[in-house]
């Protein structure tokens, strides 16, 4: 398994405001992944941050909206720029371990007034 | 296109009976399989995966998953449900050929004491 921390757990900002959320794993891993579960729904990956080159996004998701930080191998952080209430959600970070499973952090929980 | 579908937003059950949570998928080879459970206010916990071998499959918490390649579905049991065992289900494919995973919409259990 992975021991994944996240800061932080929850969030109030204001519109028109950036926060940075950051993502700890308890030992190295090659990539870490972002998802945004919004209320009610799903989770939909945001991005595939790789150490040492830029993230990966999906479609719909922006590095401007959404840059990422990957320094080292244990750590990365995703930040929610020029927020809106549609930015709403829960952000959740995520690594792969052994054969193929994924494993997640708490989450950060984000609302935006 | 590969996805995966929970067709019940919510199961109830009452406290010591069986429990199924349904998931049915559309892969193209063989899928890689996985449950996952979250818990109000909590990130998801990994439960159960098939990759390969046997059809049937256990996990934590006493779960189970039956693998059925000709019904392309994956359904989540347990023998005897509990209370604590009311959360938020997802059921989630990996695309093959990449390290990305496809999740279900969750099916909300209710275990009524």
């Known amino acids: 398994s992975a021991v994944i921390s996240q800061k932080p757990s929850r969030d109030i900002c204001q519109r028109g405001t950036s926060l940075t959320i950051q993502c700890q794993v308890d030992?190295?891993?090659?990539?870490m992944f972002w998802y945004r579960q919004q209320p009610g729904q799903s989770l939909t990956l945001i991005a595939t941050?790789?150490?040492?080159?830029?993230?990966?996004?999906e479609s719909g998701f922006v590095i401007d909206k959404f840059p990422i930080s990957r320094p080292n191998l244990t750590f990365s952080t995703l930040t929610v720029s020029n927020m809106s209430p549609e930015d709403s959600s829960i952000y959740l970070c995520?690594?792969?371990?052994?054969?193929?499973?994924?494993?997640f952090g708490p989450g950060t929980r984000l609302l935006v007034l | 296109a590969q996805s995966v579908a929970q067709p019940e937003d919510q199961v109830n059950v009452a406290e010591g009976n069986p429990l199924t949570v349904k998931c049915t998928y559309s892969?193209?080879?063989?899928?890689?399989l996985f449950w996952y459970v979250q818990y109000p206010n909590r990130g998801l916990q990994f439960l159960l995966k098939?990759?390969?071998?046997?059809?049937l499959v256990k996990g934590s918490y006493g779960f189970e998953a039956e693998f059925n390649k000709s019904q392309t579905s994956f359904h989540l049991k347990k023998p005897s449900a509990l209370v604590s065992d009311s959360a938020l289900y997802f059921c989630?494919?990996?695309?093959?050929?990449?390290?990305?995973?496809?999740f279900g919409t969750g099916t909300r259990l209710k275990v009524l004491a």
């Open positions: 030992s190295q891993v090659t990539m």
């Open positions: 098939y990759i390969t071998g046997d059809n």
């Open positions: 995520s690594v792969r371990r052994g054969q193929e499973t994924q494993y």
């Open positions: 941050a790789n150490q040492g080159s830029e993230a990966t996004y």
């Open positions: 989630a494919v990996r695309v093959l050929g990449t390290y990305k995973y496809i």
């Open positions: 892969v193209s080879g063989n899928p890689y």
